[in-house]
Nanobody, 120 residues
Framework: QVQLVESGGGLVQAGGSLRLSCVAT????????MNWYRQAPGKQRELVAA???????NYANSVKGRFTISRDNAKNTVYLQMNSLKPGDTAVYYCNATIAVAPQDLQNLWGQGTQVTVSS
């Protein structure tokens, strides 16, 4: 069974930094796009950043210049480096990926979420 396991959330003061990690475990044939989403209380889940297997990236306007997404394909891991954090970044952050567990078997998977809290 393939799973996404996140780590790295926590409490930080405004202006601080955190680094989130998400590793895909299990039998994996290939991983295409890996994403980070977040959901704040009372709000819809939103895409924060995405990265393809080739390293192309995309960011929400609200995090451009502050967050950096990267991945290590050999380790099936995606990272989110978050700098200059603001109270508005407070949310549960979720890892998401479309994973081929076999050549013709794609699964869209979510991690369990990790809480990021930014105090003012």
């Amino acid at each position: 069974q393939v799973q996404l396991v996140e780590s790295g959330g926590g409490l930080v003061q405004a202006g601080g930094s955190l680094r989130l990690s998400c590793v895909a475990t299990g039998r994996i044939f290939n991983i295409n796009v890996m994403n980070w989403y977040r959901q704040a209380p009372g709000k819809q889940r939103e895409l924060v950043a995405a990265i393809t297997s080739g390293g192309s990236t995309n960011y929400a306007n609200s995090v451009k210049g502050r967050f950096t997404i990267s991945r290590d394909n050999a380790k099936n891991t995606v990272y989110l480096q978050m700098n200059s954090l603001k109270p508005g970044d407070t949310a549960v952050y979720y890892c998401n990926a479309t994973i081929a567990v076999a050549p013709q078997d794609l699964q869209n998977l979510w991690g369990q979420g990790t809480q990021v809290t930014v105090s003012s």
